[in-house]
């Protein structure tokens, strides 16, 4: 069974620019994660989409949103980009919630100039 | 709220060395508990799993058991290999939380073996 595949791997962006990550889960999954890692934050969850719906968020500016379609398949989107929003983004599938694991991505490796 | 410590790096151990990596958590539900292995440049994986007080997870020749009573989920391997050389990370699921999926992590720990 193929694993989470995320699209692309690296990207620079300007300041003030917009982007979408892509996110294609396992098979069969319908729970879609995404977190942000940064050498001083660490792992910081963003939100979560099960059955298209945000089931769950975490403690971001307006600027990072994210959907989900009806084939699981998940994107984010950071508009207005800051320095701060330089690090790794990784997405993650489930079936479900609480004791199921979550199987992660490679990551997009977003840059900020 | 929920909250994962674990024990800051570099742990640097020779090969063939016992490895502990400390992780405690703080849960306002019952929480599942985890390990993932970063290593360079990819994701994470992960490593092995507990859902419940007194359970054992392993894989690998890594072990952790879930002990409610000191809130802790250590990780432990007898024998370490340079190839384990990672960046090791603990992390918990709450499963009272009805709102869904959310991983809290701890801030990793990187582990280097020498040959």
């Known amino acids: 069974k193929a694993g989470v595949t995320q699209t692309p791997r690296y990207l620079i962006k300007t300041r003030g620019q917009q982007v979408t990550l892509s996110c294609s889960p396992i098979s069969g999954h319908r729970s879609v994660s995404w977190y942000q890692q940064t050498p001083g934050q660490g792992l910081q969850f963003l939100f979560e989409y099960f059955s298209e719906t945000q089931r769950n968020k975490g403690n971001f500016p307006g600027r990072f949103s994210g959907r989900q379609f009806s084939n699981s398949r998940s994107e984010m989107n950071v508009s207005t980009l800051e320095l701060g929003d330089s690090a790794l983004y990784l997405c993650?599938?489930?079936?479900?919630?609480?004791?199921?694991?979550?199987?992660f991505g490679p990551g997009t490796r977003l840059t900020v100039t | 709220g929920n909250s994962v410590t674990q024990m800051e790096g570099p742990v640097t151990l020779s090969e063939e060395a016992f490895l502990t990596i400390n992780c405690t958590y703080t849960?306002?539900?019952?929480?599942?508990l985890f390990w993932y292995v970063q290593y360079p440049g990819e994701g994470l994986q992960l490593l092995l799993k507990a859902t419940k007080a007194d359970d054992k997870g392993s894989n690998k020749g890594f072990e952790a058991t879930y002990r409610k009573e000191t809130t802790s989920f250590h990780l432990e391997k007898g024998s370490v290999q340079v190839s384990d050389s990672a960046v090791y990370f603990c992390?918990?699921?709450?499963?009272?939380?009805?709102?869904?999926?959310?991983?809290?992590f701890g801030g990793g720990t990187r582990l280097m073996v020498k040959p």
């Open positions: 993650a599938s489930s079936l479900d919630q609480g004791a199921y694991e979550q199987y």
């Open positions: 992390a918990l699921s709450d499963r009272n939380n009805n709102a869904g999926n959310m991983l809290t």
């Open positions: 849960a306002t539900g019952y929480p599942s």
